[in-house]
């Protein structure tokens, strides 16, 4: 079932939304050389808690901390741990929030230092491909022509499209329906309605579009270990178009 919010509810995942990208300028400004992911999760979590939040992550199926920190070629669900980042790194981070109920869920990929030209150019298309998808969203658009924008712009720029996991609705749940592919064909799927909430969340690939998951039974890399990037907003359809939850507008 697709949840339809109403202005109180949207008015909760804006709040919710807010923390989290606040969260996620906080840790922007701690990124560096030598830091641990564990720090930035330490520190993820105690300004969750401050601004009234609960990170929603901790504890969801069993998974250990309250970011998610997915280091070059590690797609998503990285686990935080005592690895000092290096200069060259991306790192993808994840984060989720609820406030008062209602969950926010955002990633974004920075940079460690000085990273390469293909690194940055990853970054760069990676975003750019998010945006493509959003910019499809409007109530009585049809869902597809979000991964259909997604994916024409990756392969435009040869990236590989990660296909076995997907964006999702997100409400009093940090998953609901409807699943929201990277990839499918434009103009086919649901249409979309004012007060439906999605997370939209490209992950490409500078290689194979082709994904392992690891014995820790969370980290998922690429197969042929070349970096991956991970951008999500969570986004409000309106009769106009969106409005971003997790962004600074
Ligand atoms: N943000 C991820 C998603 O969009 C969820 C992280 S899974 C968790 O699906 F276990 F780390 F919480
Ligand atoms: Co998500």
């Not at 202005?7 to 300028?25: F, S």
């Not at 008062?100 to 974004?108: E, I, M, N, Q, T």
Request: aromatic share 8%; glycine share 8%.
């Amino acid at each position: 079932m697709i949840s339809i919010k109403s202005e109180k509810e949207i008015e909760l995942m804006r709040i919710a939304g807010k923390i989290n990208y606040q969260t996620h300028k906080l840790l922007e400004s701690k990124i560096r050389p030598g830091i641990t992911t564990k720090e930035l999760d330490k520190i993820a979590y105690d300004y969750i808690l401050a601004n009234n939040g609960t990170p929603s992550f901790l504890n969801y199926e069993g998974y250990p901390a309250s970011i998610c920190t997915s280091i070059n070629e590690e797609v998503v669900h990285g686990i935080p741990s005592n690895r000092k980042l290096k200069e060259g790194d991306i790192i993808s981070i994840d984060i989720g929030v609820i406030y008062k109920g209602y969950h926010s869920d955002s990633a974004w990929t920075y940079p460690v230092g000085k990273i390469s030209e293909e690194k940055q150019n990853l970054l760069n298309y990676t975003r750019e491909a998010l945006f493509e998808g959003i910019k499809e969203v409007k109530a009585g658009a049809r869902l597809h022509s979000i991964g259909a924008k997604v994916e024409q712009y990756a392969l435009k720029h040869n990236l590989g499209v990660v296909k076995e996991l997907v964006g999702h609705g997100v409400g009093t749940n940090l998953h609901e329906d409807p699943d929201v592919p990277n990839y499918g064909k434009y103009d086919t799927g649901l249409v979309l309605k004012e007060g439906m909430t999605i997370a939209i969340e490209p992950m490409l690939n500078l290689g194979t579009e082709k994904i392992f998951l690891l014995d820790d039974d969370w980290t998922i890399i690429t197969q042929d270990n070349k970096p991956s990037a991970h951008f999500e907003h969570t986004v409000l359809v309106t009769k106009d178009g969106y409005e971003i939850l997790t962004g600074d507008e």
